[in-house]
């Protein structure tokens, strides 16, 4: 099961990457061809856009894994046994409740999302905020794992920072 999580991981890592990529090529490469040719490509503007909104919720769920996002935990830090662990509970139960918020507002968007397309590139918008989609069910599953690993007492799992293989 570990193996799986990790390829996981590391293939969000990869699209995450790829994104990127295309995005600095499209962006860099439209730059270029504004100054040079006095032209552009109007897809690459509405690509590198659409790319960005997966970046972003891509690092989102890579970031929740490596305990990357910001937090106040000054006060939890200085927190112990039983309190220490009912704080750290309650911060997934919400992460958890804003995991379902999300969904449950994409659920309600899906046809407005699925009706409306980009303008240049005439791609569905489902397609560009199905990531939200992974993104609230990955988080929201990665907190359930956390919350039941309090409930029975063991400590969460330190952040695994993804090392270069």
Not at 121 to 146: D, F, P, R
Request: glycine share 8%.
């Amino acid at each position: 099961m570990k193996s799986l999580v990790h390829w996981y991981f590391k293939s969000l890592e990869i699209v995450m990457v790829l994104c990127l990529a295309a995005m600095c090529v499209m962006v860099f490469g439209n730059v270029v061809l504004r100054h040079v040719f006095d032209s552009g490509i109007n897809t690459s503007e509405e690509l590198a856009r659409f790319m960005f909104i997966w970046l972003t919720f891509l690092g989102a769920i890579v970031a929740m894994r490596e305990g990357g996002h910001l937090g106040m935990d000054m006060v939890v830090r200085r927190l112990t046994g039983r309190t220490r662990r009912a704080a750290l509970l309650l911060g997934q139960v919400l992460v958890l409740a804003c995991c379902g918020v999300l969904l449950w507002g994409l659920i309600l968007q899906h046809d407005i999302n699925v009706a409306n397309i980009g303008l240049v590139t005439g791609l569905s918008l489902s397609v560009v905020y199905s990531v939200a989609y992974l993104c609230a069910v990955s988080i929201g599953a990665m907190a359930l794992v956390n919350s039941v690993q309090l409930l029975r007492g063991q400590e969460l799992a330190e952040p695994t920072p993804t090392a270069p293989d």
